[in-house]
């Protein structure tokens, strides 16, 4: 059965957070990646339309409303992967794109490379007909306050590895072929260094996909999610024939053990749907063929489909 699964970041809870918005942009995203599944499209092109909405969302840190580094920059990270072929794309460190998920899968389609950085990623994009935009264009308010504050209470400086500040985003989905994919985009952690990568442009890391085991897709602080091998885990679990939740959890478990923290959705080619974070919440939202939907922010009971 088709299926939709999305994420808008794993993290601790803050004040002033939007639960219901949180989860409402999660369905909005999980409805429009299961729309193109109903057109007959394939995982790839329901994962990709899910993450451009969700890119577009202000309110999660990706594309528009991404987090700023210490410098006061957007720089944003994303892959997508197409698990039938085993076919991958990502970019890291791109400042003028506005839907970076459109840009991996364009690296994955026309270059001969798995991963672009830096200038390159966003010469790439005009290479391709993918217009640069300013910026300042994807810097919201809401951030640009959050980097002052930051600047102020660190004495100027405004480096200093904040923590994360949530809301990158995710998607999986299982097509009608029983074929699967993934797609995870950010604006990394806030107050990062200039340059940082963390997971969720690594393939294995913040994204994976193989549709013989399932797709995953993970949230929470790369620099722990990476040594994990987070999304890799996941499948591997899978592969040893746990069921998805439990994989998950055993994923989320060692992420754990080394002190992270964190959470990862996944679906298998059966369309069955999973995940599990350690963080205080995690916004997710999910739709399927049958008509079934849902949605779910904190470690609540949430009726699980
Ligand atoms: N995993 C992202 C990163 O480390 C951040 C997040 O998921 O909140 O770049």
Not at 56 to 68: C, I, K
Request: hydrophobic content about 40%.
């Amino acid at each position: 059965m088709v299926a939709v699964l999305v994420h808008g970041g794993a993290g601790p809870r803050r004040d002033q957070e939007d639960p219901e918005g949180a989860k409402a942009g999660c369905l909005a995203a999980a409805e429009a990646g299961l729309a193109v599944l109903a057109r007959g499209g394939s995982a790839l092109d329901a994962v990709e339309a899910a993450a451009r909405l969700l890119e577009d969302d202000p309110r999660f840190n990706s594309g528009t409303g991404a987090v700023l580094n210490a410098e006061g920059e957007v720089e944003l990270d994303a892959s997508i992967m197409d698990g039938e072929h085993l076919r991958a794309g990502a970019v890291a460190v791109v400042k003028t794109v506005k839907n970076p998920i459109t840009l991996a899968r364009a690296v994955m389609e026309h270059s001969p490379h798995v991963l672009l950085v830096g200038d390159g990623a966003d010469a790439f994009a005009r290479t391709r007909g993918i217009p640069a935009v300013d910026p300042s264009t994807l810097i919201t308010p809401l951030q640009r306050q959050r980097w002052l504050e930051r600047v102020r209470s660190s004495g100027g400086a405004g480096g200093g590895h904040a923590g994360p500040k949530h809301g990158t985003i995710g998607a999986v989905a299982v097509d009608a072929r029983g074929q699967v994919a993934a797609a995870t985009s950010t604006g990394g952690t806030a107050g990062k260094l200039a340059g940082r990568v963390g997971d969720s442009p690594l393939i294995g890391c913040g994204t994976l996909a193989d549709s013989r085991l399932g797709a995953a897709s993970a949230t929470g602080l790369g620099e722990y999610i990476i040594r994990v091998r987070l999304t890799s885990a996941v499948l591997n679990e899978l592969s040893r024939g746990l069921p998805i939740d439990k994989a998950c959890q055993a994923a989320i478990d060692d992420l754990v053990r080394i002190g992270g923290d964190g959470g990862v959705i996944a679906v298998t080619p059966r369309g069955e749907l999973g995940w599990a974070f350690s963080s205080e919440r995690m916004a997710f939202a999910w739709a399927r063929g049958d008509g079934s939907r849902g949605a779910g922010f904190e470690n609540d009971p949430v009726s699980k489909p």
